[in-house]
């Protein structure tokens, strides 16, 4: 006989077994959602004119989740107040503090904003427009914003439209309609009144809706827009462009120097009226003076001017004095460039100092051709920049080594060749040098057709964007370039200085036009070359 207790357990296992035989799970496994939700419909609809509350419904085909509304929904032209965004499982409910303006038309831009709730599948292209008058704007505006640098369109940036009668601009308040760029760098505003307008972009890191001049890329189209019909093909271009007026941030002893800082990099800076002292600039946005054996207990008035790269000048006044101080000297350093030791047949030798050169020392700067022979460079060929810390001279590597047998020379400065503001002396450096040929080099070339007579060619380095090469010719042609990959780009030069000019929104100056080569065969900018190398159909059509 078996057991009460025994027949119980026996009894209960088989009820659970039973129990969980006959239970429904939910289907595992089958394909993803990738459907997007879909909107039903919307308080008010689309379309909607005399519209008078102050809250706005969407209602989708399944459940719904929020991101970033609020900083990613663009409503045109920004209300009064603020609004409180809601989600009741498939219902969006925007609930406003403040009326809307009467006889306005508004445009809501969800852009990627509204998800389904379990893939996060985005609802793209929600838009909606209604009116507070009797009609609804229906004029646009439209274009593409690209990095003024690299011409490359530029995702989510802040698109904005200010009101020609409007005192604010990009820099100094918000707009009254807001857009923003897809991923090739298009913008579209919607539902626009006629008038006169600007339109400006910035990365709006801080979602301040400005551009912070020191720290954002930011743009603008040179022309106001005078609206009265759509427009299209309202492009230009981003950079990064300080507009905050150059001033002084300090001016104090360094150890034994004198130094002024500034509140952004200078580009050129002159003294006025004083002491004609040594300085230089060790940084960008920084003067250094050097005591040169003053005396501690002078102190000299001096009257400066500097330069930012927007040609704004500005005038200040300081009391420049020396210290005693127990902080070493920076040594004194230089390098030399080209960096490589293969040299073209003909090239030109770059020294950059760390201070100001005070004495050069002819006979210890020459070239070593063999063990024996040496060959001295003629001082009166060395060019020096205004604050001596820039030297250069040219070389011709064929003519020294035909007077050897050796395939290479050095390019000797001993000990002592340069005597600094410091009063301290350069240390021995030489530099192995080569003769780069053809073999061992490539070659691109091409031209530019361009209406435009004046033109500037850069050829770019396309890891660093550095520009390698320059000619102002439309006919180009780069020779004894390292293999590697390269890029071209073609600037406008207007107003025919020789230089790429970036512009100024202060004074309402666009960049020049700039533009890349493009390979359509290849659809790359990119241009690589390899050793022994030609490639001069590099055509670009501007």
């Known amino acids: 006989m078996t057991p009460i207790r025994t027949r119980t357990a026996l009894s209960l296992i088989l009820l659970l077994f039973i129990g969980s035989c006959a239970r429904v799970g939910a289907p595992t496994g089958g394909p993803e959602d990738e459907t997007p939700p879909v909107l039903i419909s919307s308080t008010p ?20 989740i929020t991101r970033s509304i609020e900083t990613d929904l663009i409503i045109t032209p920004k209300p009064a107040g603020t609004y409180r965004a809601r989600v009741n499982k498939n219902v969006l409910s925007l609930s406003f ?14 852009g990627s904003t509204i998800q389904d709730i379990t ?20 004029l646009t505006i439209a274009g593409k914003v690209l990095n003024l640098y690299t011409q490359d369109p530029i995702e989510n940036l802040l698109v904005s439209l200010y009101s ?76 990064s462009l300080n507009t905050e007026r150059i001033r002084t941030v300090s001016a104090r002893n360094f150890g034994i120097y004198y130094d002024i800082s500034f509140n952004k990099s200078v580009s050129n800076f002159e003294i006025v009226e004083g002491e004609d002292l040594i300085y230089s600039i060790p940084e960008a946005s920084k003067v250094r003076f050097y005591p040169m054996d003053r005396p501690t207990s002078d102190t000299t008035q001096l009257i400066f ?22 902080l070493d000297p920076a040594a004194f350093s230089f390098e030399v460039s080209p960096s490589t030791n293969q040299l073209p047949p003909k090239d030109t030798i770059s020294i950059s100092f760390n201070k100001p050169v005070l004495q050069f020392n002819a006979d210890s700067l020459y070239y070593q051709l063999d063990s024996t022979t040496t060959h001295q460079i003629d001082p009166t060929l060395i060019s020096w920049d ?60 091409g031209s530019v057709v361009s209406d435009h007579e004046q033109i500037i060619v850069q ?21 004894y370039l390292s293999a590697g990959r390269y890029m071209i780009r073609v600037i406008k030069d207007i107003n025919g200085n020789g230089k790429w000019d970036i512009g100024n929104l202060l004074n309402w100056e666009s960049p020049e036009p700039a533009k890349f080569y493009f390979d359509d065969f290849y659809k790359t900018k990119f241009i690589e070359v390899r050793k022994n190398w030609e490639q001069t159909d590099v055509n670009v059509f501007f």
């Open 164 to 239: 020609e009668s409007d005192s604010l601009d990009i820099l100094t308040g918000p707009a009254s309609y807001y857009s923003r760029t897809d991923s090739a760098g298009n913008y579209n505003f919607r539902n626009l009144p006629s008038g006169q307008f600007r339109v400006y972009a910035v990365r709006d890191k801080n979602n301040n809706s400005q551009a912070d001049s020191e720290s954002e890329l930011y743009g603008f189209y040179p022309d106001t827009l005078s609206l009265s019909s759509s427009l299209t093909n309202i492009d230009f271009t981003i950079q």
């Open 459 to 479: 050829l770019l380095d396309s890891r660093t964007h550095d520009v390698v090469r320059t000619s102002n010719s439309k006919e180009f042609l780069f020779t």
């Open 45 to 64: 609809e689309a379309g909607t004119t005399n519209f008078e509350g102050q809250t706005i419904q969407l209602s989708f085909d399944e459940r719904i």
């Open 119 to 138: 893939n996060n599948n985005p609802a793209e292209g929600i838009n909606l427009s209604f009116s507070t008058g009797e009609y609804i704007d229906s």
């Open 386 to 445: 205004k604050l001596n810390t820039q030297a250069s001279f040219p070389i011709d590597i064929v003519e020294l080594l035909n007077r050897v047998s050796s395939p290479n020379i050095f390019l000797v400065f001993k000990t002592g060749a340069f005597i600094s503001a410091d009063n301290d002396t350069s240390i021995q450096q030489d530099k192995s040098i080569s003769l780069l040929t053809t073999d061992d080099s490539a070659v691109i070339g």
């Open 305 to 326: 001017s500097v330069k930012d790269s927007l040609n704004s000048v500005f005038l200040d006044t300081v009391q420049v004095s020396f210290n005693e101080s127990r």
């Open 97 to 110: 503090t403040e009326p809307f303006q009467e006889n306005t038309t508004y445009n809501l831009s969800f």
